[in-house]
């Protein structure tokens, strides 16, 4: 819509000859050009910020062929990563002598990996057996909105698991005073405010933008840059936002945790037995695995996108649809396999449902 009829018209009609001439033309030059015109109008007329009713997505170009078998293993990991994570909080609410900071985290964990392998993964999914290429333009933003919030939640709660170890290695004497459970709210909302305020402005960002030209979204889910360049309007912002002020973030929680273990290993290296040393580095084995499966994808998905342009738009892709479900698939293992209290727990529930089912069976 624009506010003077007879400019839409002539809009309209210049619109239509660029299309024609664009479909017309084998010239690469030529697609340049209208794609100029177009943006030029879009612009420098008085057009309200047109949005399209939906985008496409496409799946993973190039494997379509595939997309049936690849749902199953999806599938499977998608299960996993809820059923484990799902029992994991499950275990962690019931335990009482699981009511300490560091399993607080760790629900907060397993939530955090439901809530991102659930925005991504089901759409994948009605893409790949059903079809259903079509996501609202709402939708796609909150999609967009979901996905970079929990990746930069996950983040901040791996560094307030960090920081939780710190305090029990190096000043076991003051974890008590020092990580009570006020603090431990504080810490949690500070996590989610922070995720918020980074990723909210995103909203903004993408709203602001006009579509004027394909609405075909070359994935399996929306991501910011990958909807911001659909628009034909100067994207500078989002760019330089979408990735300085998340990934600025996430480096510094990089640094803050290795920051962190160096001194917990200082620490631990200073024990006097053997079985000292060995228990507090069991404590964090596992949060040490789960920030290496979390952090070396997401830094190696980052700078394949940066410089990999020699490699497949599909594996791009793909790499991109393991990210949102693999870590959330192995984090419950890994917590469940390593750490005897969880162990413990999931055998006790186990027991208590078998139990309770043979109750009922007999009543």
């Known amino acids: 819509m624009v506010q003077k009829p007879m400019l839409s018209f002539v809009i309209s009609v210049c619109t239509q000859r660029c299309f024609l001439f664009l479909c017309l033309s084998a010239d690469s030059s030529a697609s340049v050009i209208i794609e100029m015109i177009l943006k030029y109008i879009m612009i420098h007329t008085n057009f309200t910020i047109f949005h399209p009713a939906v985008f496409v997505l496409l799946g993973i170009p190039g494997l379509e062929a595939y997309h049936v078998w690849l749902s199953i293993p999806f599938c499977l990991m998608y299960i996993t990563a809820v059923l484990g994570n799902s029992i994991l909080i499950m ?5 009482r002598n699981l009511h300490e900071p560091m399993y607080f985290f760790l629900s907060m964990l397993a939530i955090t990996d439901i809530l991102l392998s659930t925005t991504t993964v089901p759409k994948a999914l009605a893409i790949f057996w059903l ?4 996501i609202a333009f709402d939708a796609c933003v909150t999609q967009v909105f979901f996905v970079h919030m929990m ?3 996950e983040s901040a709660i791996l560094l307030a698991m960090a920081f939780d170890r710190f305090v029990a290695i190096c000043i076991p004497l003051h974890y008590k005073t020092m ?3 006020p603090v431990v709210g504080r ?9 918020f305020c980074i990723i909210f402005p995103v909203i903004f960002l993408l709203n602001r933008l006009p579509f004027c030209q394909t609405n075909i979204i070359p994935h399996s889910y929306c991501e910011h ?3 911001a360049r659909l628009a034909c309007a100067d994207i500078t912002i989002n760019i330089w936002y979408g990735f300085s002020v998340p990934i600025v973030m996430v480096i510094l929680d990089v640094i803050l945790i290795a920051v962190s273990y160096s001194l917990i290993l200082r620490a631990v290296f200073r024990l006097p037995s053997q079985d000292a040393r060995h228990k507090a580095l069991s404590t964090c084995g596992s949060h040490l695995c789960v920030i290496l499966m979390f952090y070396v994808p997401s ?15 599909h594996v791009h892709i793909l790499l991109a649809n393991l990210y949102v479900v693999v870590p959330p698939m192995l984090n ?16 006790h529930r186990f027991f208590d449902i078998m139990a309770w089912c043979s109750a009922s069976s007999l009543g």
């Open 131 to 134: 079809h259903a290429h079509d």
């Open 91 to 95: 275990v962690i609410i019931t335990e």
């Open 299 to 313: 830094f190696f998905t980052l700078l394949t996108h940066r410089f990999g342009h020699n490699i497949p738009r």
């Open 187 to 195: 810490i949690a909302v500070a996590i989610v405010t922070r995720s």
């Open 151 to 153: 990746f930069v939640g």
């Open 179 to 181: 990580l009570t459970w």
């Open 225 to 227: 840059i990958g909807v």
């Open 332 to 347: 419950p293992i890994v917590y469940g396999v390593k750490t005897k209290q969880i162990r413990d727990g999931v055998v």
